[in-house]
């Protein structure tokens, strides 16, 4: 039982951080249709980024490490904010309208230019943080095994609410979010009511693009090693996750990673840890098979 | 036929026969297409039963259907292949046949004369759909680069190449010129005439409909609410009602009661 | 003028302000844990290079031309590429390195065709083709090992290893929409790289298989220079065996079949067209031709590891099929030679090469998005050739 709590801790954690790189999948494939392969990526550069900036604030600017977080906190989501625009700019946006695969093809590219980019820059090797937020409190104990909730985990699950509550507040409440879902539903009437459809893909991305980073902030502080491979694992996964709550439902994204953190969890737990990536993506597997709509996505009637 | 809480269709039964047009009819949303989507199996019928001639279509999934049953069906928004020509478009539909004489590819693969002429054969069957339909000249053309009048024909053209005995037509006309509508209407007529096939017809324009039909089914909220020859049909009190509503027939322009009374 | 300009030195602030952490900062190790160091000149040349290559771009029109050539001309473009490729080994230039590549190009223009009859044909996007090359590759690898057999009898019965996998796999998922299976291949092929990774007693694990037998010839053994002109030729032969599978496949009813399920899955379905069977051996066909392809990579290497089946090879095939041009079998050709033998030449740029591979397959895509050729040629005609 306690050993369970503990696995359940650590997998809703997890699944936070997978549910915010999900909500980027989930909100681009609605908007554009497209898988945004990229994404993964933007994950990757918000962990190399808050590294940087958490070591640049407190090594050259003499911050403490709060403080260090918070400026962290700020500059991984601005930069990984600009790296989503650029990206949909430069390698999505012209293709638009071109044939199914071209932007898909483009986006794999685009995975590639930035896995590259960091390892050029950054070098290969892993870049190892030591813990920077320390403690927690024990739960329940039984015998020497303790049930730990760690301020770490408790300022992740936090953050992760927060934001989503916010961004929840935006869809559903701001014309911002209004605008977001008619071009959701119809993207060319959308345009002809008057909404600048470019405007609201770019910004989808900036947003989707934001999350993830504060997901890469977070798997620094929580693995406390990165490299620059860590995306694409890290991407399909959060994709399982969309497509598990159903992709372009925001709830699902959310629930899907949670999901997707607990069985990882779980799996690693109980049965073995080297074969916890093929338990989720079996689990996408079935999901597929018996609902493809996922939990919470509507299923579509097929129109002949 | 139910789509969640709501009936789409519901005891809807009539006949349809061999070198006769059937006209399904009713206004927008009365279930005609729902209707054609379970006779092909599109949509499996959330109960009853469809027969074709003693087979039951409920349990055949939608390519047996075409296949054992044969019941061929054109679509409301034309579905061809369109980065295929007018040709291979009739190709694909002699696929059962074709697939069986090359031996599930072995016998084409090695080039065999049996093959070699089975496809020859195809050919022609295909070339004579053609002629029928006047789309001979373009058989190397792609079918996406038709006019929308003829890539209905070449829909039309392709159902047929499948040798069906029940042709299904979902709204045929719609979209085409009054010039291209009379050609298509001929071309009707002409089938009924020379070809051992029933045919059902799904149509809003009535000059089309009355022109045509030996038969005419009226639905109106999912279920039948008449059915007659065509002159049968143009007076029945219940047709008239569902087509104008409850209202005064004096309180609608001249133009819209014509219509529908024509 | 004034206005490019304008554009290059925004493209430039983008660039510097984008690469402003990863290129300003660097992570070194030192004593006491992780350290940053500056440089700030990187910065300054990510806005150089960018602002330059912007600039140049705005000026340059690509032409926008469509390699549209007459049918005759394709043909004898094929027959003296296979000409040239048949006499490579023995022209002037060519050294044991260049017959190496070509070698390396040939597996992968032997994969596109492959995956062209799963993508281009049948409309089926496969992320996680890499997994029959695997199978392939690990089941000549384990039969050599545990069985003795040949190269020659392992090679066919990879090949139908391999497409036993793709209907294995292909059955519970080939009902999903296009891009679900995408994801669902994607993760099949991770799933089987894991199992590589994992199964340590049956695979050897991240460690891999060596000492893999190479091929013979009715018994005759190799000497290392003969041998690799021997394995050219036998790629050679198994690349345009695939290809003269994948032509003749497409003009049958089954091939015509895969066409018209890309095009309309509804239609065909109501034409008596049993999409299942067709979508899996559409995939199995593929999965075969990936199959031969890997007990042929892993008689060349001579070892392999599960090093060598990660996502990125799927990724690179499939950017061949898709710059290719979907369904132009030349198509193919120019792509693997692009993508893989230039990549090739750079081999002490290790890191560069990847990125400029990734450029190239963004800007191309951007250039040219139906890929470089892209006609398509009907498989039967009812009048004469024009």
């Not at chain 3, 003795?148 to 139908?160: E, K, N, R, T, Y």
């Not at chain 3, 290809?243 to 049958?252: D, T």
Request: glycine share 10%; charged share 15%.
């Amino acid at each position: 039982m306690e050993y369970f709590l503990q696995q359940v801790i650590n997998g809703v954690t997890l699944g936070g951080i997978y549910g915010l790189i999900a909500i980027g999948y989930t909100m681009v494939y609605g908007i554009i249709g497209m898988i945004n392969f990229a994404h993964g990526e933007v994950y990757m550069l918000g962990a190399f980024t808050a590294l940087i900036a958490f070591l640049a604030a407190t090594l050259l600017g003499g911050a403490d490490s709060a403080l260090g977080l918070a400026i962290a906190l700020v500059a991984t989501m601005g930069f990984t904010a600009l790296w989503g625009w650029a990206i949909e700019r430069v390698a999505y946006r012209r293709l638009r309208k071109a044939p199914r695969l071209a932007p898909l093809i483009s986006a794999i590219g685009m995975s590639v230019v930035l896995q590259n980019f960091v390892q050029v820059t950054q070098g290969a090797r892993v870049k190892p943080l030591p813990p920077v937020v320390h403690g927690g409190f024990t739960l329940m104990q039984a015998g020497t095994f303790k049930v730990d909730l760690s301020w770490l985990q408790i300022g992740i699950l936090l953050l992760t609410l927060a934001l989503m509550a916010g961004f929840t507040w935006v869809i559903t409440k701001t014309p911002l979010g209004r605008a977001q879902r008619a071009t959701q539903q119809d993207a060319k009437m959308a345009a002809l009511l008057g909404i600048d459809v470019d405007r609201v893909i770019s910004t989808t991305f900036v947003i989707g693009a934001a999350l993830a980073g504060v997901a890469g902030l977070m798997v620094t502080l929580y693995y406390g090693v990165i490299d620059f491979y860590i995306g694409f694992l890290a991407g399909i996964k959060a994709f399982t996750a969309a497509v598990l709550g159903g992709i372009g439902s925001l709830p699902g994204a959310m629930l899907g990673g949670l999901l997707i953190g607990l069985i990882e969890a779980l799996w690693s737990g109980y049965f073995s840890i080297e074969y916890k990536d093929i338990a989720a993506f079996s689990v996408l597997i079935l999901v597929l098979l018996f609902r493809p709509s996922g939990l919470l996505g509507r299923p579509d009637v097929e129109k002949v | 036929m139910r789509f969640g809480g709501l009936t789409a269709i519901a005891g809807v039964s009539f006949q349809a026969h061999p070198n006769q047009i059937t006209a399904i009819i009713g206004p927008n949303g009365a279930g005609k297409t729902t209707l054609f989507n379970c006779l092909t199996g599109f949509y499996r019928p959330s109960a009853g039963r469809i027969t074709l001639n003693g087979l039951p279509l409920e349990r055949l999934a939608d390519h047996q259907i075409a296949r054992q049953a044969r019941i061929a069906r054109t679509f409301q928004n034309i579905r061809l292949f369109p980065m295929m020509t007018v040709l291979e478009n009739l190709m694909v539909a002699r696929h059962a046949p074709l697939m069986k004489a090359s031996l599930f590819s072995v016998a084409g693969l090695l080039g065999l004369k049996r093959y070699r002429d089975a496809e020859a054969d195809a050919i022609e069957v295909a070339r004579r759909w053609l002629d029928r339909f006047d789309l001979t000249a373009f058989a190397d053309t792609e079918a996406g680069a038709l006019p929308h009048g003829k890539q209905r024909h070449l829909e039309i053209a392709r159902a047929l190449c499948t040798d069906p005995v029940l042709l299904c037509l979902d709204e045929p006309a719609a979209g085409l010129n009054p010039r291209e509508t009379a050609e298509l209407t001929e071309r009707l007529a002409d089938l009924r005439r020379t070809d051992d096939i029933a045919m059902l017809l799904i149509e809003h324009d009535m000059s089309v409909v009355m022109g045509v039909s030996d038969h005419i089914v009226v639905l109106d909220h999912g279920r039948k609410i008449a059915e007659g020859s065509p002159f049968e049909i143009k007076r029945d009190p219940a047709v008239i009602r569902a087509y104008l509503g409850e209202t005064d027939d004096e309180a609608l322009p001249p133009d819209v009661a014509g219509d529908v009374a024509c | 003028m004034l206005a490019r300009l304008k554009s290059a030195l925004l493209a430039g602030l983008a660039a510097a302000l984008l690469g402003l952490p990863l290129l300003g900062f660097r992570l070194t190790d030192s004593a006491t844990g992780l350290s940053l160091a500056l440089r700030p000149w990187w910065v300054a040349a990510a806005f150089g290079v960018v602002m330059a290559g912007r600039f140049v771009m705005d000026g340059l029109r690509l032409p926008d031309i469509q390699f549209q050539a007459p049918h005759d001309i394709r043909r004898q473009a094929g027959l003296g590429l296979t000409l040239f490729a048949a006499l490579l080994p023995l022209l002037p230039f060519a050294g044991r390195n260049v017959v190496d590549m070509a070698t390396m190009v040939l597996i992968y223009v032997m994969l596109g065709w492959g995956l062209n009859i799963v993508v281009g044909l049948a409309g089926l996007l496969d992320l996680g083709f890499v997994a029959f090359y695997a199978v392939g590759a690990y089941s000549y690898a384990l039969f050599a090992q545990y069985f003795h057999l040949s190269f020659w009898i392992c090679l066919p019965l990879a090949g139908m290893l391999a497409a036993l996998f793709g209907l294995v796999l292909g059955f519970p998922v080939l009902r999903l929409r296009g891009d679900y299976l995408a994801i669902v291949t994607l993760g099949f092929g991770e799933m089987i790289r894991q199992v590589l990774l994992n199964w340590q007693s049956l695979t050897g694990g991240p460690r891999g298989l060596s000492g893999i037998p190479r091929p013979t010839l009715f018994g005759v053994t190799f000497t290392p220079e003969a041998r690799v002109i021997f394995l050219y030729y036998v790629i050679l032969g198994l690349a345009l065996m695939v290809n003269l599978l994948a032509l003749r496949l497409r003009r049958l009813p089954i091939g015509r079949a895969w066409e018209a399920l890309r095009e309309d899955e509804i239609a065909c379905r109501s034409l008596g067209l049993n999409p299942t069977l067709l979508k899996l051996s559409a995939f199995a066909t593929g999965a075969m031709c990936a199959g031969l392809a890997g007990s042929f990579f892993a008689t060349r290497q001579g070892f392999i590891s599960p090093e060598s089946f990660t996502f990125m090879e799927s990724a690179v095939i499939l950017a061949i099929v898709v710059l290719g041009g979907m369904g132009s079998q030349i198509g193919i050709v120019l792509a693997a030679v692009l993508l893989v033998g230039l990549p090739e030449w750079f081999r002490e740029f290790q890191q560069y090469r990847m990125l400029a591979f990734g450029i190239v397959m963004v800007l191309i895509m951007l250039w040219r998005p139906s890929g470089l050729l892209s006609a398509r040629a009907p498989s039967i005609r009812l009048g004469p050739a024009p």
